[in-house]
Structure formats: C-alpha cells, structure tokens
C-alpha cells in the first residue's frame, strides 16, 4: 500500500507564503503523475494542481500565477509553492496519485485576512 505523507501547512496572514510538501512511498515515483487537492470547510474536495511525470504542470484558475507544483523524484516528494495567499485558499491540502485510491492526512491551510 502506498503511503502519502503531506507537511507544511500552517498559520499565514493574507499574502503570505507556504510550501507544502508530500513524501510518497512509491518506488515508481518518478513514473506517477502527482495532485494537490483542498478541501475547504462546508465544501468538497477540489483538485488544486497537477504535475505529470514528464513535468508537465496544470492548475486550478484560483490558483494560477500564486501556486507552483514540483517534484523531486530523487526524494520521492512533490511540493506546492503557495504565494499571496488568500482567506479562500484556507483549508486542508492533501496530495493525491493520479488514479489512485490513496489519500494522506492532509496538512491544515489558514490564511488570516
């Protein structure tokens, strides 16, 4: 079973920055595409950002131009670089295995307005 380790998260006044981290226990890491997703209090889980195993990167239009995605595959860990950050970008950020069924703990977002 694949094991996803989410880190990072915190406290953040509005325009603040965070970088999240997910260490994956997958030794075909660097052949799985990689998410972020966030799960808002009262909402449903939504996909965040996306990088493919070739680097190829996509976001959520809330985020583009403030949030980058990377990975390093020598670590077997995928990140998120969260810039002016916004009140609505609070809640719990859980990085996901393109198709697969695995979810971590997920790593708490505040921004504070």
């Known amino acids: 079973q694949v094991h996803l380790v989410e880190s990072g998260g915190g406290l953040v006044q509005a325009g603040g920055s965070l970088r999240l981290s997910c260490a994956v226990s997958?030794?075909?890491?660097?052949?799985?595409?990689m998410e972020w997703y966030r799960q808002a209090p009262g909402k449903q889980r939504e996909l965040v950002a996306t990088?493919?195993?070739?680097?190829?990167?996509d976001y959520a239009d809330p985020v583009k131009g403030r949030f980058t995605i990377s990975r390093d595959n020598a670590k077997n860990t995928v990140y998120l670089q969260m810039n002016s950050l916004k009140s609505e970008d609070t809640g719990v950020y859980y990085c996901?295995?393109?198709?697969?069924?695995?979810w971590g703990q997920g790593t708490q977002v505040t921004v504070s307005s």
């Open positions: 996901h295995i393109m198709g697969g069924s695995s």
């Open positions: 997958s030794r075909i890491f660097d052949n799985i595409s």
């Open positions: 990088i493919t195993r070739g680097y190829g990167t």
